[in-house]
């Protein structure tokens, strides 16, 4: 599969995570580090997110920690851009 990642480095609760898409709807996942290895081996993952169709998503990350976001189109038809910031 397909997909674009953003190393968030080290965030502190609270933080507001804002991705913007442009084009199709997208998945949209944020993930502490150890769940983005499993993500990366294709292993079961958790993660805060899901599919979205509208701009933009805007997440809080639950817990101090190391994080990243993942967009990837999932098999679906077309692609984009997106754009990930964090407050």
């Known amino acids: 599969m397909n997909y674009n990642f953003w190393d968030l480095g080290n965030q502190s609760a609270g933080a507001v995570v ?3 898409l442009e ?3 997208a ?3 944020l993930m502490d580090s150890s769940n983005y290895r499993s993500f990366e081996r294709g292993e079961q993952h958790r993660y805060l997110g899901g599919h979205y169709n509208r701009s933009p998503v805007v997440l809080q990350v639950p817990n101090d920690g190391h994080w ?3 967009v990837d189109y999932g098999g679906y038809a077309g692609s984009g851009r997106a754009a990930v910031q964090v407050a």
């Open 68 to 70: 990243f976001v993942v």
């Open 18 to 20: 804002r991705v913007t």
């Open 27 to 29: 998945n949209v996942r």
């Open 23 to 25: 084009g199709n709807a």
